[in-house]
């Protein structure tokens, strides 16, 4: 499978413990953001890596979120002292930015991580 | 901040016949995407459009980015149950690079067979 692949794709964990999600890329892309939906809501932007440079982090990743991408490929994302508002899914997404290869500009995602909070 | 509308939010259709979903930015587009989600899974990318006028078609569906790039359509062609999920627009901020998307709440199909 050359898809993007996130791990584990369920996670239920009871409230002030801590959870960490796993995400590999497509393995040429340069590029892995970290999203967020809950339900029936469309995906909610949380930050992005470009190979391992965070460059951008919205306002929603609060200071219990830190995401890592060490040696630019996969990557992390730790929630620390859960709480019930953080249930969701959590999507990872890859894609490719560079030359020679024209820019394409698709985003892939992968099944995401379902996080249920007790 | 850009926003994204779209409609319908759900739909119900029988087998064979047409269907178009709309989604409607707030802001000058400067890119449309795409994507199917079944409930409780990933994004599947299905389209992505750039240029004002510009449309795409993959199978039955086709989708369509308005000249003034604020609008995009997708068209789905005599409906299977297999095209039945959460159809979700997503554009980027600004132009250039960045593949940071502002998604849509979805539109929910289902083909009844």
């Known amino acids: 499978d050359t898809g993007v692949s996130q791990d584990p794709r369920h996670k239920i964990t009871k409230r002030g413990q801590n959870v960490t999600f796993r995400c590999d890329p497509i393995s040429e892309h340069n590029r892995l953001y970290w999203y967020r939906q809950t339900l029936g809501q469309g995906p909610e932007f949380l930050t992005y890596f470009q190979n391992e440079a965070q460059l951008e982090k919205s306002r929603l990743l609060s200071d219990r979120f830190s995401a890592e991408r060490p040696k630019g490929s996969f990557s992390t994302l730790e929630i620390q002292r859960t709480e019930q508002g953080d249930s969701a899914m959590y999507l990872c997404?890859?894609?490719?930015?560079?030359?020679?290869?024209?820019?394409?500009?698709?985003?892939?995602f992968g099944e995401g991580s379902r996080l249920t909070v007790l | 901040s850009q926003e994204l509308e779209q409609s319908p939010q759900s739909l119900i259709v029988q087998e064979g016949k047409n269907l178009t979903i709309n989604c409607t930015s707030s802001?000058?587009?400067?890119?449309l995407y795409w994507y199917k989600q079944k409930y409780g899974e990933g994004l599947i990318f299905l389209m992505m459009l750039q240029k004002g006028g510009e449309e795409k078609s993959h199978e039955k569906i086709t989708a369509k980015l308005d000249e003034k790039k604020q609008q995009s359509s997708l068209h789905i062609t005599a409906s299977q149950p297999s095209h039945a999920g959460i159809y979700l627009c997503g554009a980027p901020n600004s132009g250039g690079s960045n593949y940071k998307l502002t998604f849509g709440k979805g539109t929910l199909l289902t083909v009844n067979p």
């Open positions: 997404a890859s894609s490719f930015l560079g030359q020679p290869q024209p820019n394409t500009g698709e985003l892939f």
């Open positions: 802001k000058t587009l400067y890119g």
